[in-house]
């Protein structure tokens, strides 16, 4: 490509990319929608229309509400931008479809592409054939027009097919949301960050009042309350795939994260109190609290949850939040059965005036439950587990 033509596509990916709005789609754990969308309307996002939809969120926006959305929201799974859309019935019309996108403006001539197919009543229902044109057609598209970049990379790109329809994507995040570049140790069937989020959101959870994580293993719930007490944005430690498109701006990103680490809070005395009896799990977890400036609000102690009361952390009723073994992954049935009637017992004669929020998978385990509870499904970790909460 000449220098002209290369000015003269940078002119264009400003005008047609920078400057005009998309339509964004935010993929959420299922039945997070709601709460995802609550978020949205709370964060800088200035994103217009956002309406709840089957596995997430549409909204319309500027690149920069992109950019903020995986910055900020906790609750987000990943970040899509729609690309295009059109019929097609034959591979002959697909692949010129395709080759008419103008994916110079989102794209560098060696991109990866990963093409990530779902079609549902489609004459073109063979997902690898289809890929195959899809990618066929990028990269004639980008031969002649695209810029390039110093390496390549991979990008996903999202194809959703129904009735013909095609409906095209680009994955603006790269690894999942939940994925935020925090921990660096991890231990047995942890809880998905975005997820735990999600959790501390319908308790209500903020800074006002403490937070006990007594069964705490790799840490999730605490470092993810003390994110949201500190005001940290989840993605202020990771990377994006946008990072890696032609229009994107370094120094407009790197306005975002200063402004998101100007509103970061510090605190006295630690309002979070994380306890295991596994030794290297707490040790593991004061690492990452050290490494990732969290330990002001963080305590750690190295105790069996039965074998110590809360009064002994804290002198304010809170909130305690329990993820124990399923007897799935972990333990078996009987033992889990076992270790949620010694849970109850514990949470009745200690935590009189606590809200709890615990996750079960044996439904029998709800006949054991002696207070007042709400219950919403969860799916996490292919298991369909129930969140329980309460006072006490």
């Not at 630690?270 to 009896?277: C, G, K, M, R």
């Not at 110590?308 to 009723?317: A, D, Y």
Request: proline share 5%; glycine share 6%.
């Amino acid at each position: 490509m000449s220098l002209i033509s290369e000015k003269s596509l940078i002119k264009r990916i400003g005008r047609q990319v920078r400057g005009k709005n998309h339509l964004f789609f935010i993929g959420t754990p299922p039945g997070f929608e709601m709460i995802c969308l609550k978020e949205l309307k709370a964060s800088s996002v200035a994103g217009k229309h956002a309406i709840p939809v089957k596995g997430g969120i549409e909204f319309e926006g500027r690149l920069t509400d992109c950019y903020s959305a995986n910055l900020e929201l906790r609750t987000a799974n990943r970040i899509l931008m729609r690309i295009t859309s059109f019929k097609a019935t034959n591979f002959h019309q697909l692949l010129k479809k395709i080759m008419n996108t103008p994916w110079e403006l989102y794209l560098f001539a060696q991109t990866l592409a990963d093409i990530k197919i779902t079609a549902h009543h489609s004459r073109l229902f063979h997902t690898k054939a289809v890929a195959d044109y899809i990618a066929k057609g990028i990269a004639k598209r980008l031969e002649k027009f695209g810029i390039t970049a110093s390496t390549s990379f991979p990008q996903n790109l999202y194809v959703r097919i129904i009735a013909d329809q095609f409906f095209i994507s680009l994955d603006s995040t790269g690894k999942p949301l939940y994925q935020r570049g925090l921990k660096q140790n991890s231990f047995r069937a942890p809880i998905r960050e975005t997820l735990a989020a999600g959790i501390l959101k319908i308790t209500g959870f903020s800074e006002t009042r403490p937070l006990l994580d007594p069964m705490c293993g790799s840490g999730t719930f605490s470092i993810e309350a003390a994110m949201l007490a500190k005001n940290i944005a989840p993605g202020l430690f990771r990377d994006f795939a946008f990072s890696r498109w032609p229009v994107f701006s370094p120094r407009g990103w790197a306005y975002l994260k200063q402004q998101a680490e100007n509103t970061i809070k510090s605190f006295d005395h630690p309002l979070i109190h994380a306890a295991d009896e596994n030794q290297n799990v707490c040790q593991a977890l004061n690492e990452n609290l050290d490494n990732q400036q969290l330990s002001d609000a963080v305590n750690v102690y190295c105790v069996n949850f039965l074998d110590f009361s809360p009064r002994t952390m804290t002198n304010q009723p809170g909130l305690v939040v329990l993820n124990p073994p399923y007897g799935r992954r972990i333990g078996t049935k009987d033992e889990s059965r076992k270790l949620f009637s010694e849970i109850f017992h514990k949470l009745q004669k200690d935590y009189s005036g606590w809200q709890v929020a615990l996750l079960i998978y044996d439904r029998l385990v709800l006949k054991q439950i002696s207070f007042k509870y709400s219950i919403r499904p969860i799916f996490h970790g292919g298991l369909n587990l129930r969140l329980i909460t309460g006072r006490l």
